[in-house]
């Protein structure tokens, strides 16, 4: 719907409506858009419910499927849980991931930037096409 | 709160397993070793210094989220199917 406005404006900027017509399109628009909102965006925004992740493989000659559904909900639980983690674990988890090579502060890491990335994950898809493999992870 | 676990598993020779467990009355029975739990993991909060309530409200919250989990692993076949409702 953005869109058709920037449209609309766009061609008044071009002069190739007057405002008049403009005003008239946009007022259209808007009594179109209770109507149009709901095809624009299938799966509004927060209701993705689980997190799905599918791996399809062929090891061996023989085809294996993992196939895990997480609730959203447990994510977010599970963020809290993580922002219990006492600041001695954490420096310790820090030393022994230096120790491995990789250099991340899991204490930069703040529940409300986890939470924000939760939020998130209903518009992520993510899709890994190998020969003997092929990955999934997405919301439903 | 999670009331079904549900496991399913096939053997390579085709013979499947399955079990159900009702969780209410599982924690029933087993209610003497999770207050024990919850007091060890009170004791532990106390420890590090961490808010028993919070700590306690936090769990709480991780298991209501668990209905609706699922994990299914198939390997030629063999094959493992763990749900909870």
Known sequence: MNEQRKDILDMLAEGKITAAEAEQLIAALERAQPEAAPSLDARPKGRAKYLRVLVDTVENGEPGRVNVRVPLQLLRAGVRLAALIPPQALGQANAELNKSGVPFDLTQLKPEQLEALVEHLDEMTVEVDQPDAKVRVFCE | ?85
């Open chain 2, 1 to 85: 709160m999670p009331q079904l676990l549900t496991v399913r598993v096939k053997r390579p020779d085709g013979r499947p397993i399955r079990i159900w467990v009702p969780v209410l009355p599982v924690v029933l029975v087993f209610s003497p070793v999770v207050a024990l739990v919850v007091l060890v993991a009170a004791v532990a909060c106390l420890v590090y210094r961490i808010s028993v309530v919070r700590a306690l409200g936090t769990g709480w919250r991780v298991i209501s989220a668990l209905p609706g989990t699922r994990v299914d692993i198939e390997q030629g076949r063999s094959a493992v199917l763990v749900t909870i409702r």
